[in-house]
């Protein structure tokens, strides 16, 4: 029953963070069997991953120096930042490399990103809720221990990763060599730094004024990294409105339909005001072609031709006459 519970607390919250990251993506939205495939990377093969090397890691280090200590802080600081970011990260570079048609924008690596750690986490939630909350102090220890892994540190690895799939998609729209090559490292680089410097403070004698300082540059970094999602929020849609301007002189989109396609609000209550009307489906279809014709028109502008944009185009277009013309019967 308390493994149970603590897979409970584990997984379900990080699943209820992971379904509001995939709302918050408003313009663009990304395939929901993409989604689960990085949370269960995350969940399944990064964290066994990590819990084999860092484990390994500090036993070896451990007969090496006989110093449990220094075995576990470097784990803790070194072994487990890289460790952990690199193979959450391997889950967004498969996208990356093999869907790239998909890793439209700065938003898209964001959220590949997050729920890739999400699932991460859900899983080392689990283990920690288990074996340090309940195993060392029973039930009262289980809920201490969640409440601080999903409520205090919850968004700990969605933050860090997510430079990670902020670098990718830098590297995806970028023109030059340079930045193709440098923004993947400069963000898993982010990405660990950040990794090891909450591991740090939180290692290196534990108190409540640690506790404290560690928590406010946890919370600090977290609203800095989600005013960024809403700036690059913002961003969509204004990209939206610029590469569909187009549609309305056209003819594929009607003047209201753009206003409809740019408005969070409308994005939001739509699909849900036609939940019982028949048309739910295609109401969210139409939603989802304008974000991706406007960012296919928009790699287009600043890429060229380079994974058939200009063939997507066209078939984006089409489809969006054919239900634009269906939603306006």
Not at 139 to 163: E, K, M, N
Request: proline share 2%; glycine share 8%.
């Amino acid at each position: 029953m308390s493994f149970l519970l603590s897979l409970f607390l584990g997984f379900v919250p990080m699943l209820i963070n992971a379904a509001w990251v995939y709302w918050l993506d408003r313009f663009e939205q990304e395939p929901k069997r993409l989604l689960g495939f990085v949370f269960l990377w995350g969940a399944f093969v990064a964290a066994a991953g990590a819990l084999i090397f860092n484990t390994i890691w500090e036993a070896g280090l451990f007969i090496l120096t006989n110093s449990e200590r220094l075995s576990s802080l470097t784990t803790y600081v070194i072994s487990a930042p890289i460790v952990e970011e690199f193979l959450k990260g391997l889950a967004v570079l498969f996208i990356f490399l093999l869907y790239r048609h998909e890793f439209d924008s700065i938003m898209d690596g964001i959220v590949y990103a997050a729920i890739t750690a999400l699932g991460f986490a859900a899983t080392e939630n689990t283990l920690y809720i288990y074996e340090k909350g309940y195993l060392t102090d029973g039930y009262s220890g289980l809920f201490a221990l969640a409440f601080i892994r999903v409520v205090i540190v919850g968004w700990q690895h969605p933050f860090y990763t997510a430079f990670i799939g902020i670098g990718l998609a830098v590297a995806r729209l970028s023109r030059s060599s340079f930045g193709q090559f440098s923004a993947p490292i400069l963000g898993f680089s982010a990405a660990v730094f950040t990794h090891s410097l909450h591991n740090l403070i939180s290692s290196i004698n534990p108190s409540i004024q640690t506790c404290l300082l560690g928590t406010l540059i946890d919370w600090s970094g977290w609203l800095a990294m989600f005013l960024f999602v809403l700036y690059t929020v913002h961003r969509e849609r204004q990209l939206l409105i610029t590469f569909l301007k187009e549609e309305v002189d056209l003819g594929t989109l009607t003047e209201a339909q753009l206003y409809q396609a740019a408005s969070f609000t409308h994005r939001i209550f739509d699909p849900l005001v036609n939940l019982f009307g028949g048309r739910y489906s295609l109401v969210r279809r139409f939603y989802q072609i304008c974000g991706e014709l406007a960012h296919k028109k928009a790699q287009y502008a600043q890429l060229g031709n380079e994974i058939d944009n200009q063939k997507r185009i066209e078939a984006y277009r089409t489809e969006l006459a054919t239900v634009s013309r269906l939603l306006s019967g």
